[in-house]
């Protein structure tokens, strides 16, 4: 599903990845760990083109999206769910709008959209809280929010950066638990944390990064 090929993403005369090739397979959750300025953030921007390479090809699909027109990027970004360290939820629309925000601009039916969002709000745990507005969720509900805006589409990949650096452990572990039950229906998870109880926890792939390389690569590993 993913291909890096010896990617590199440099600012000025700083490196903040170096020569990365990696393969990531269709129905994989991934951990990408390494210590603050490892490169982590600016590999998961790549993905969804926030970021483009400073050379190195970055395929999604087949696509090599860092060659990707501008016009293209929405049609890319909606094959993928992506969910932040600060959540970036709307403050003024209740839960069901939130979700609903991302698919009611792709001529979905009022029927449609309502299945859709039961369903994503069903998965996170939420819907008795559809209703509510975000300032009236705890920390941990706010993220499973934006889960639940990240999965409503359908997507085959979901890409997580640092979705529990402001969460308490036991907010982390039910964050983590939500994103494991999303993958076993089959969509790729691709998470960035520094939370390494999280990673010894569930023991799935990890990456390590060090200075803007990969350093480590376990199947079924922990964070070290």
Do not use: W
């Not at 939820?89 to 709008?97: A, F, H, I, K, T």
């Not at 996170?124 to 889960?147: A, F, H, W, Y």
């Not at 409503?152 to 997580?160: M, Y």
């Not at 529990?164 to 089959?186: C, F, V």
Request: net charge positive; glycine share 8%.
């Amino acid at each position: 599903m993913i291909q890096l090929r010896s990617v590199t993403k440099k600012y000025k005369n700083n490196y903040a990845l170096k020569n990365v090739t990696l393969d990531i397979m269709s129905g994989e959750f991934v951990f990408i760990t390494g210590a603050s300025g490892a490169g982590k953030s600016t590999l998961m921007k790549l993905l969804y083109k926030e970021e483009v390479p400073t050379s190195g090809t970055v395929l999604i699909g087949g696509i090599n999206i860092a060659n990707l027109p501008s016009d293209k990027v929405p049609n890319l970004r909606r094959c993928m769910g992506i969910v932040f360290q600060d959540y970036k939820l709307l403050p003024n629309m209740s839960v069901y709008d939130n979700v609903a925000y991302v698919i009611r601009t792709l001529g979905m039916s009022t029927k449609e959209i309502q299945t859709r969002v039961f369903g994503a709000l069903k998965i996170v745990g939420l819907m008795d809280k559809r209703n509510s507005r975000p300032t009236e969720l705890s920390g941990g509900e706010q993220q499973r929010v934006s889960i639940a805006r990240a999965i409503v589409n359908g997507p085959p990949l979901l890409i997580a950066d640092e979705p529990t650096g402001n969460l308490d452990p036991a907010n982390s572990l039910e964050i983590m638990n939500i994103l494991d039950q999303i993958n076993k229906r089959g969509i790729t998870i691709i998470v960035s944390t520094h939370d390494k109880s999280m990673v010894n926890y569930f023991k799935k792939r990890v990456l390590t990064l060090d200075k803007g390389e990969i350093i480590r690569d376990v199947q079924e590993g922990t964070y070290e």
